[in-house]
């Protein structure tokens, strides 16, 4: 069992920068990957960056590259979410998930754990 607490969230101007943190516990946190996803009011939950268990690899959805930069520590159980750049169309409650894969996982439904989430909201 993986047990996933993000924190980091917060009220911004567009425009500013925000450091999300996912804090896992249970089992090691190298041996998943991990994610973020984000969910706005209305609208389904999209996929926003993934990281493999190694940290070689990253990817990120169209809308975020190189803004955002996924990142993590092992030795701490941590995974970040830096946040650059940041538009309204960014404000959501963000997610971290993780998954027993040794590979980078995009797809929402491959995740086993979740964590309860971290509002995000950006002001224009």
């Known amino acids: 069992q993986v047990q996933l607490v993000e924190s980091g969230g917060g009220l911004v101007q567009a425009g500013g920068s925000l450091r999300l943190s996912c804090a896992a516990s249970?089992?090691?946190?190298?041996?998943?990957?991990m994610g973020w996803f984000r969910q706005a009011p209305g609208k389904e939950r999209e996929f926003v960056s993934a990281i493999s268990w190694s940290g070689v690899s990253t990817v990120y959805a169209d809308s975020v590259k190189g803004r955002f930069t996924i990142s993590r520590n092992n030795a701490k159980n941590t995974v970040y979410l830096q946040m650059n750049s940041l538009k309204p169309e960014d404000t959501a409650v963000y997610y971290c998930a993780s998954a027993p894969s040794r590979y980078i996982i995009t797809a929402r439904l491959e995740y086993n754990y979740w964590g309860q989430g971290t509002q995000v909201t950006v002001s224009s």
């Open positions: 249970g089992r090691t946190l190298s041996s998943y990957a």
